[in-house]
């Protein structure tokens, strides 16, 4: 057996005024230089110019950078070359949602900075996870870009049951994914013979079972509920860091959601397509996919193409193209040879197209 090395975040901090201790966090990780905290313009106001002051208020010298919703990629690689001549940065924060922590990544990866993630939605399992998702400079997304973890994290849930439903929802659609994940995982290990860790295996069906039992007290936004997302997202990315891969987190639906940011003309969010890409994935895989769905519903999260915002047409050239997306990535889509005629027949029978 060869030698399995693991890096995980040092400090995770999650529960209400969490980001209040953040200059705490970076004294006890002997961060003394500059930081450089990247935010966005929705929730500079939120998080970003109040992470600013802590860091002011405690003599610590950092710079706020508010990247442009649309194509921040341009503004990393700007910031990437001031980097170059200013040795005293010590460390990168990604104040915001998962686009926000993915720039904090790449940034990070580009100069060898760590990175510490302040999540303000709980969208997606990024929060935690050494993996980004990029859109290049010619607007398609490259997914699984390996970075490293985040050297903390820290989650303020008096931030994050104050974004919009919407986010939290996807996130639940986003942990919901690791029961096809998994059973995409088992199969590589058995057809190809795939690394395959059932501890993080275990830890990413976990969190999904977490998500089943609390599915109603987390529509009601019950605080605790809340908490329980955020933590089950970070334990996905802890998962992604013990398998030194997306592969606890990410399988064929996963596949399916990355096809329709590619051939969907309005892509719905990562978890929302995930969610749905699950309930067809599980139907592939014989099991049981109603409860993935009505899960999902209960919840709140979308479960059909109408309720994602996108054309029927769309998702079923997603089903057919997602295996294409990742070659390497042995799935459940590998045993199925899947045509229009079947492809609609799946996302019909589902439900997720009236068909
Ligand atoms: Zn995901």
């Not at 006890?28 to 935010?39: A, F, M, N, Q, V």
């Not at 609390?214 to 936004?221: C, D, T, V, Y």
């Not at 769905?293 to 059909?304: E, N, R, V, Y």
Request: overall charge positive; glycine content about 8%.
């Amino acid at each position: 057996m060869s030698v399995h090395k693991i890096a995980l975040p040092q400090k995770i901090l999650v529960g209400p005024g969490a980001i209040d201790h953040i200059n705490n966090v970076c004294t006890d990780l002997k961060i003394h230089g500059k930081i450089i905290i990247l935010t966005g313009p929705h929730v500079k106001g939120v998080a970003g110019e109040y992470v600013y002051k802590i860091l002011s208020n405690s003599n610590m010298e950092s710079e706020l950078y508010v990247l442009n919703a649309k194509n921040p990629i341009y503004e990393i690689e700007n910031i990437s070359e001031k980097l170059k001549t200013s040795s005293n940065v010590d460390c990168i924060f990604g104040v915001g949602g998962g686009k926000i922590i993915d720039m904090a990544k790449l940034l990070s990866l580009k100069n060898g900075i760590p990175y510490i993630s302040i999540p303000t939605a709980a969208s997606h399992d990024g929060i935690a996870s050494p993996m980004a998702s990029i859109k290049l400079f010619n607007g398609k997304y490259k997914p699984s870009i390996m970075a490293s973890p985040p050297l903390a994290v820290v989650a303020d849930s008096n931030i994050i049951i104050k974004a919009p439903y919407k986010l939290l929802a996807s996130g639940c659609g986003d942990i919901i994914a690791k029961f096809t994940a998994i059973r995409d995982w088992r199969l590589a290990k058995k057809r190809i013979n795939e690394y395959y860790g059932e501890y993080a295996a275990s830890l990413a069906l976990m969190s999904a079972n977490l998500i089943v039992k609390h599915a109603k007290n987390i529509r009601e936004l019950k605080e605790e509920s809340v908490r329980t997302v955020v933590e089950a997202l970070i334990s996905c990315g802890v998962a992604m860091c013990i398998a030194g891969s997306s592969r606890p987190c990410s399988g064929s639906e996963h596949l399916f959601s990355h096809a329709l940011d590619i051939i969907a003309k309005k892509p719905a969010l990562h978890g929302e397509q995930c969610g749905v890409g699950t309930i067809i994935m599980m139907y592939l895989h014989g099991g049981n996919w109603q409860r993935i769905k009505q899960t999902l519903s209960i919840i709140g999260a979308p479960t059909t193409a109408k309720e994602l915002g996108i054309e029927e047409n769309e998702v079923i050239e997603a089903i057919i193209k997602a295996k294409e997306i990742r070659k390497d990535r042995y799935t459940i889509l590998h045993e199925k040879s899947l045509g229009w005629k079947e492809a609609e027949n799946v996302a019909s029978i589902t439900g997720v197209i009236k068909g």
